[in-house]
């Protein structure tokens, strides 16, 4: 490890944070008989804790997010550089890393040319929201403001958000929700809602007609689509899918929003998600692997023709996007963004993630060979579900302390995985894997032992 002990005392670090930190998706009742788990450094990918353990990071930050793995210098000296020139200034003026990474970005998104920017996922899905809305009002009376969403999808954690999410036990409690979300059925094959799924992804993407033609197609603004399902179980799309929807928003008028927060620069082997599936979006949000965790930042992405719904005459106050987002005018979050872009390029990253993609997919095939409790191996480049099942024949999930004892047997043999996570009442069964950008075969040879000892331990 490379952190100085004498800089700090570790022990009181941990008790600080035991006696004040309110940690995220955490039950703090546990932590009266023992320490939380305390990261001091990261490396690569790999992190050490409080108490000297090292550990290989298949999540990514624990929620897909540090792209090019831990201790990047030229991405911290890229944010120190910055920080002193300018740390800030409010979005309503400009700013140089800003202006520079919105091209560079834009390069990276044919049909699309303006870049909003604010702090988080949640917040960069507002903002397509908030453009719905107000568009409805200017051009609709206010009448074309529902926004469909997808169950399964996660959208983020502020109540709108949480509106649009289609995880019924993430949501529970915060209600009630917003008004004008709409939600549509999953697309998941291995969990289809039909007798017969010839053409499932046709099927599957016609439910989105059904839902607006039951709203009122005059009522439908938006639809909010993950490219892949993440949270809820690492869902790709269908063969079909995409092209129907689509189509399906054409010929109703409904703007296509995509959100890439989990998916986009680079987690699936292409910039952004969406691009493997030749789907031409109106909005695009993104934020954590934007700038792989060394700063925050978040953009809600538009086609000129949206953006161009809000170019009035100075003289109509209320024609323009009237919205602002304080912390969008930090300086550092571009920076860093530019600098994770250049190493995603230099170190050819994408190329990186479909070669060891298919090498991953491949380990993981042979394992549920092994193992009847891998029912299915679903994902695309560095982002892969295994989703476990009681009984192959009739899927029937396993409970969600399956998942958790998987998870926590990997752990103890150093290496860190994620899974589905309380976000629904019993589809807590897939166990997520999304290592960085920079993973090599040993790195995910790794992580499949692990993953190959926890399910032996299962069966013993």
């Keep these: 490890m490379g952190y100085d002990a004498q800089e700090f005392d570790i022990q009181k670090v941990v008790q600080d944070d035991k006696a004040h930190v309110w940690h995220h998706l955490a039950q703090h009742k546990s932590f009266e008989n023992s320490d939380p788990m305390v990261i001091v450094e990261g490396k690569g990918m790999r992190v050490w804790d409080a108490k000297g353990n090292e550990y290989l990071d ?86 074309k403001h529902k926004v469909i969403f997808r169950e399964r999808d996660y959208h983020g954690t502020t109540i709108t958000a949480l509106s649009s999410t289609g995880q019924m036990e993430r949501k529970d409690q915060y209600g009630p929700f917003t008004p004008g979300f709409v939600e549509m059925p999953h697309c998941c094959q291995y969990r289809s809602q039909y007798e017969d799924d010839t053409d499932y992804g046709v099927k599957a993407a016609r439910e989105l007609e059904n839902v607006i033609l039951r709203e009122g197609p005059d009522t439908v603004g938006s639809l909010i689509l993950e490219p892949i399902t993440a949270g809820g179980g690492v869902i790709t799309p269908p063969e079909g899918y995409f092209e129907t929807i689509q189509e399906i928003c054409k010929k109703y008028g409904v703007l296509l929003h995509i959100d890439e927060v989990v998916c986009g620069v680079g987690r699936t082997g292409k910039w952004f998600g969406y691009q493997h599936y030749d789907v031409k979006p109106d909005i695009v949000t993104m934020a954590k692997g934007v700038a792989s965790g060394y700063a925050a930042i978040s953009c809600t992405v538009t086609t000129e023709d949206v953006f161009n719904e809000f170019k009035e005459e100075p003289s109509d106050r209320m024609g323009y996007f009237r919205d602002i987002s304080t912390f969008g005018g930090c300086t550092a979050g571009p920076a860093a963004a530019l600098e994770n872009m250049r190493i995603i390029e230099e170190e050819n990253l994408l190329e990186n993630v479909t070669n060891m993609g298919e090498y991953l997919m491949g380990r993981l095939y042979e394992l549920k060979d092994k193992y009847s409790i891998i029912g299915d191996v679903r994902g695309k480049g560095l982002f892969v579900g295994l989703e476990l099942v009681k009984d192959r024949g009739t899927k029937e999930p396993v409970e969600e302390s399956v998942a958790m004892k998987v998870a926590a047997d990997c752990l103890q043999q150093g290496v860190m995985i994620g899974r589905t996570n309380r976000s629904f009442r019993d589809l807590n069964n897939t166990l997520c894997l999304s290592p960085a950008l920079i993973s090599t075969k040993d790195d995910l040879d790794e992580i499949v032992t692990s993953l190959d000892v926890a399910f032996s331990n299962l069966n013993g």
């Excluded at 520079?100 to 604010?118: Q, T």
Aim: aromatic share 10%; charged share 20%; glycine share 14%.
């Design 58 to 143: 298949a999540v990514s930050g624990g929620v897909w997010t540090v792209n090019v793995g831990y201790g990047r210098e030229s991405i911290a000296k890229a944010v120190h550089d910055q920080l002193i020139k300018l740390c800030y200034f409010a979005g309503v003026h400009g700013n140089v890393p800003g202006a520079m990474f919105a091209e560079k970005l834009i390069e990276k998104m044919p049909g699309l040319s303006r870049v909003y920017y604010s702090n988080s996922g949640s917040e960069a899905n507002e903002k397509g929201y908030k453009i719905v809305r107000q568009i409805a009002n200017k051009r609709n009376g206010g009448k």
